[in-house]
């Protein structure tokens, strides 16, 4: 079956055709492509085109598509069965690994998605300070939990859909939303409601604006907010875990938060999702503690094993430096070509997470992402699939780079991205 059928077919049996509103290419106009295969670097459609890839699964892929360890043990493993609903002793590794790598956690409870990671820290931490508000922050994205998907970063951004129906406004209207990197409004919002608000949480470098750092000493300052009204600091690493350094961005940054989310790369291709902390507050979790969470396919051995050899080879490994050069040769590259075409454009990177934007404005919040030219972007991402290269299709999303990108793809990817950039 080649592209054109298998979106056709797909439109008869799957809402918009996807089971996630992103890959219809809704923001990006044009015909959605299907994926059959991948192999390192590189990814086919079911037209048999090759593509280099920066998409990476949407961040999950830090080693690249089935990488032959994780491949292995994943086929070992299913043939002793695919789940038994009782604890299964990859569970506890994987358990053993996250703590060992990831600086403030000490528990952990394994889930099947970044959104039920954030969905549960919130309610744990409405549960132990018996407090109701959360703040996010407007511009992040933190998956489609209700309290969270007010003025969320990915997908609705791209839409723009300001919320969605489906929430009532007495369950939105505990969310306050402050714009990122502004001391002055997350200031003021705890000044107003401080000693209600039982949560903070954070992309601590935030991909679904695009990529945007936090300016110095902000995560520092939500730390210090936090702790002075008896708020919980939640950072929500879905993205950042793993991926900026062996502890995440909590490492990177030395800022300790009180839960810490996260997915993508903790299942490296798998559905795996979790939610960590300090034994105190994890001791609060069911059914040790009283605020409940449950799932049938949480701790799966199959995609437990998949956890297991993506963070082993990351904690042996700390491909770090790499990854980070790797991204810094492939943005100074596209600068350049962008430079002598004299397109506008900012990039903003943190290791191997970068976002181009076409704007010519400095961005540091969402409202500043958003004066990025989406036109163009759509344009610049259907040149660059119609060469070869695979790059998230919306502009507020993040490219990732992994240990199986080479020196010579990132410079066939840069060869193509020209080719590209001449024809827009
Ligand atoms: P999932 O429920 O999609 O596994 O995770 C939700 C989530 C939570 N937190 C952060 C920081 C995230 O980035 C995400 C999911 N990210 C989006 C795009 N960046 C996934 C792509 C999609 O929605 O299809």
């Not at 933190?142 to 919320?163: E, K, M, N, Q, R």
């Not at 008896?230 to 879905?238: K, Q, S, Y």
């Not at 559905?271 to 994890?282: D, F, L």
């Not at 695979?390 to 990132?410: G, K, N």
């Amino acid at each position: 079956m080649n592209n054109e059928r298998i979106i056709t077919e797909a439109l008869e049996v799957l809402p918009g055709g996807v089971n996630s509103p992103v890959r219809a290419f809704k923001a990006v106009g044009g015909k959605p492509i299907a994926l059959v295969k991948g192999r390192g670097a590189k990814v086919w459609d079911a037209d048999g085109r090759e593509y280099i890839d920066f998409l990476a699964s949407w961040g999950p892929l830090i080693l690249g598509h089935a990488h032959p360890k994780v491949v292995k043990a994943v086929e070992e493993e299913v043939w002793k069965g695919l789940s038994f609903g009782l604890t299964n002793p990859h569970e506890v590794r994987l358990a053993h690994l996250v703590v060992e790598m990831v600086p403030s956690v000490e528990k952990v409870r394994f889930v099947n998605s970044g959104t039920e990671a954030t969905m549960s820290a919130v309610r744990l931490a409405r549960g132990v300070t018996g407090r109701k508000y959360v703040v996010k922050f407007d511009g992040c994205y933190h998956g489609h939990y209700d309290s969270l998907l007010v003025s969320a970063g990915s997908g609705v951004a791209t839409f723009g859909i300001p919320g969605t129906p489906g929430i009532p406004e007495e369950i939105a209207k505990l969310t306050l939303v402050v714009p990122f990197n502004n001391r002055e409004a997350v200031e003021e919002t705890f000044r107003r409601y401080g000693d209600d608000i039982a949560c903070l949480i954070v992309e601590p470098v935030p991909g679904n604006m695009g990529v945007v750092p936090p300016e110095e000493g902000f995560l520092q300052f939500l730390r210090e907010i936090t702790r002075e009204y008896g708020t919980l600091l939640i950072f929500d690493e879905v993205i950042t875990g793993f991926r900026l350094a062996k502890g995440g961005a909590q490492e990177l940054f030395g800022v300790e938060p009180d839960i810490t989310c996260l997915g993508k790369v903790l299942g490296g291709g798998m559905p795996v999702g979790a939610y960590g902390g300090g034994k105190e507050i994890m001791s609060q979790v069911a059914p040790e503690g009283p605020v409940y969470q449950a799932g049938t396919l949480s701790g799966n051995p199959v995609a437990m094993v998949a956890g297991v050899q993506t963070l082993k080879e990351l904690r042996d490994r700390e491909p770090y430096e790499e990854l980070d050069r790797k991204m810094e040769r492939l943005s100074e590259g596209v600068a350049g070509l962008l430079k002598d075409k004299g397109i506008a454009h900012r990039i903003n990177r943190v290791g191997s997470m970068m976002t181009l934007f076409f704007t010519d404005r400095e961005v540091r919040d969402f409202a500043s992402a958003k004066t990025s030219d989406t036109e163009l972007f759509a344009k610049f991402f259907r040149k660059l699939l119609d060469n070869g290269v695979l790059i998230p299709p919306s502009q507020f999303e993040a490219w990732f780079v992994s240990t199986a990108h080479e020196e010579r793809d990132i410079d066939e990817a840069l060869e193509r991205i020209s080719r590209a950039v001449k024809e827009l």
